[in-house]
């Protein structure tokens, strides 16, 4: 069996994006499910399977089954692969209503990652859950996520010519999104030079380089595809969907390709199963703590040519206008990030309805979405409303 | 100051920090198929084996990728940035994560060669840093 078309995407909520909520984790992942649940059209004890967030201090699935009032909750899963929770989410959530496991699969994320825990006080997470870089990489300085995806993006500029600039046009481009949406945090418009003046934080990654923090929490149900088509929307098709793991997922350091990370690997599996090639992709919305990473992953899809996607980016390719627009929203780098990555499926659900607002691109294909966590687990999701 | 993290053995790691003691660079070497392996495992990622030697590394290679923080994300580090973080890959095949020390972090490069040099003010362990070989090239 397949699960090619056994599942839609059949609501989709998001909070206000902020740095500083004012509320607690559990009020905003509660707002982004009613709001997911309301997007659906459907009643909320008609949710019989939860896929909650294992980061920040929101409800596990018993919490929802009580403050929820469900009436059977009969599948719930948890997935630990960071920011590539919010499409693992969707492969677990897939399998469950292709089986008839579920009709109605809810999957939520967020937290307070800016006024509360900050995303960036994963240090001492990393000190705790990850062994290898506990006692091997943080003795020589290398504590935070930035050190290892820093030394990624230096390889990749050694082997391939990447440019700073290159990777500063990921940023500009995602920051002009990012202007036409209302819900994105960064409101002020980023040029290339703003980008190479920047503080460098971790050479060769300038501050813009990096993700923002945020306060937010975003929800979605996955639906059967009988009763997707009972919804208020028009489903948006799961044509492919595919998990990646590195053969050492736990470090970048000893993996035997440092620039190949499970969303390559994913990223045939996902195409096959949705029966296309990188070409037929019309949108892709990649996930981006890091701006070099969305150019790997024109290369890891096989949409640009090993090597060429920072040449792609710097000729405007991902722009609204160019061959492939990407992070439609801003992305991690200028809308929001604290939502595992669901943000990025929110935008690829509006842009395949036509409700994406401002920036609407004209879309006649699939959408490609991608998820990546911690060290290099990873998702890939193509989608599309026909 | 405040302390930087020291190395906490594990139960598949304990002989690689003992050697480092006796300035040493060891690393897991399968009895069965030959493979090295890094970091160490309670079993051989290749066969499944869990007979393992400790072999002794010649402490030359070539750094694969670096960075330079400009500042601080632990406290410990505090008084050595900007330094070099690096991965070195040891002539025998191995990728290992190290600092760059005794060179000017500006004149640093991958492909740059590099040979052991020991830390021994990291506290209970030794570690296994490296520099440049004088006159070494890529």
């Known amino acids: 069996m397949t699960l090619h078309r056994k599942a839609a995407v059949t609501g989709i ?88 496991s579920a009709r109605h699969v809810l999957v939520v994320a967020g937290r307070n990652g800016y006024s509360g825990t900050k995303i960036s006080a994963r240090p001492q997470l990393l000190q705790a859950n990850f062994e290898a870089t506990r006692e091997f990489e943080s003795p020589f300085g290398a504590t935070v996520p930035m050190h290892f995806y820093a030394l990624m993006a230096q390889r990749m500029m050694h082997l391939y010519g990447t440019t700073s600039r290159q990777l500063g046009m990921v940023a500009v481009t995602e920051r002009a999104h990012a202007l036409l949406n209302d819900n994105a945090i960064m409101q002020a418009p980023l040029s290339i030079e703003e980008h190479q003046q920047s503080r460098m934080l971790v050479d060769p990654l300038h501050l813009f380089d990096c993700c923002i923090e945020s306060d937010g929490a975003a929800a979605y149900i996955v639906s059967a595809a009988d ?64 701006s070099f990473l969305v150019i790997l992953q024109l290369e ?41 990555g669901i943000n990025h499926l929110c935008e690829a659900v509006r842009q395949l309805r036509g409700t994406a607002g401002k920036a609407q691109v004209d879309l006649s294909g699939p959408v490609v979405v991608t998820g990546n966590g911690d060290f290099g687990d990873g998702a890939v999701a193509v989608l599309s409303n026909s | 100051m405040a302390s930087k993290p020291i190395p906490q053995p594990s139960e598949a790691s304990l002989p690689y920090w003992e050697a480092c003691r006796s300035h040493e660079l060891r690393i897991q070497r399968c009895l069965q198929c030959g493979s090295l392996i890094h970091y160490p495992k309670l079993r051989c990622p290749t066969d499944g084996s869990d007979q393992f ?24 580090f505090k008084d050595e940035v900007p330094h070099v973080i690096a991965i070195v890959e040891l002539d025998e095949g191995v990728r290992v994560l190290t600092n760059i020390v005794g060179a000017d972090p500006a004149d640093v490069r991958a492909g740059m060669r590099v040979t052991l040099e020991w830390d021994d003010n990291a506290g209970e362990y030794p570690l296994a840093k490296f520099k440049p070989i004088v006159g070494g090239h890529a």
Request: one cysteine or more.
């Open chain 1, 300 to 340: 890891a899809l096989g949409y640009c040519k090993t090597g060429e996607g920072g040449p792609f980016v710097e000729s405007g390719g991902i722009a609204l206008d160019g061959a492939l627009p990407t992070n439609t929203h801003g992305g991690l780098l200028s809308q929001a990030h604290s939502v595992a």
């Open chain 1, 13 to 100: 909520g998001e909070t206000k994006y902020s740095k500083g909520s004012g509320m607690s984790d559990r009020e905003l992942q509660l707002q982004a499910v009613e709001r997911a649940i309301a997007d659906a059209g459907i009643n909320r004890d008609e949710i019989d399977g939860i896929i909650p967030s294992p980061h920040g201090n929101g409800f596990t699935s018993e919490g929802f089954n009580e403050h929820l009032g469900l009436k059977r909750l009969a599948f719930s899963a948890t997935v630990h692969f960071g920011g590539a929770n919010g499409l693992t989410a969707m492969h677990a959530a897939t399998m469950a209503v292709a089986s008839g």
């Open chain 2, 53 to 76: 030697e400790w072999a002794l590394m010649s402490g030359l290679g070539a750094v694969h990728s670096f960075v330079i923080p400009r500042r601080a994300f632990h406290p410990g």
């Open chain 1, 227 to 290: 009763a997707a088509r009972d919804c208020r929307n028009t489903p948006t098709w799961v044509l492919g969907i595919a998990e990646g793991h590195p053969d050492s997922p736990s470090s970048i350091v000893t993996r035997s390709d440092t620039l190949r990370s499970g969303i390559g690997i994913a990223a045939p599996y996902a195409l096959k199963m949705a029966g296309i090639t990188p070409h037929d992709l019309q949108a892709a919305m990649l996930y981006d703590p890091f």
